[in-house]
């Protein structure tokens, strides 16, 4: 299936291989790129990006609202795919568990499953890792809406 997000075509140094820059998202999530995407073989993506600066809190480590928005952003992200179309749903319910921390430099993916896809509510797990060491392990439902996204310039 086509992704209904642009990425971008080009390696980068300091990227993993196979990962490249999603061009996509509302100014909120675009506060927290770059964001980079990866071809899962079971039909979704993998959301990651390089931990700088601006993700951490005062102690150094990732900050809860950059990783909730970073798993939010993924579900929904996986959610649009397996829908074929971009945009449509809205986050009903999101949980977080918080299980470790994520530190500057480090490589934070996204790996997304969907367990249910109905006509008016879908519903979704989202754990985020750095290597095999799980940060925050997350479920969300989210309702199928039909709107018109508003263009970029609104």
Not at 6 to 30: N, S
Not at 54 to 78: E, F, R
Not at 96 to 103: E, N, P, V
């Amino acid at each position: 299936m086509t992704s209904p997000y642009a990425i971008a075509e080009t390696a980068e140094p300091g990227i993993p291989e196979g990962f490249r820059r999603l061009d996509a998202g509302g100014p909120w999530f675009r506060l927290i790129g770059p964001v980079y995407t990866h071809p899962h073989p079971a039909g979704s993506v993998i959301v990651a990006l390089r931990v700088a600066p601006h993700h951490l809190n005062m102690q150094g480590v990732t900050h809860g609202g950059m990783l909730t928005t970073l798993a939010d952003s993924a579900l929904g992200i996986n959610l649009a795919i397996a829908r074929g179309r971009r945009g449509g749903q809205v986050t009903v319910s999101f949980t977080a568990d918080f299980l470790s921390d994520a530190r500057e430099g480090d490589w934070l993916e996204a790996h997304v499953i969907i367990t249910r896809m109905g006509k008016r509510l879908a519903y979704a797990n989202c754990d985020l890792k750095v290597g095999e060491r799980h940060v925050l392990r997350s479920s969300a439902v989210f309702a199928i809406v039909e709107r018109q996204l508003p263009h970029a310039s609104e």
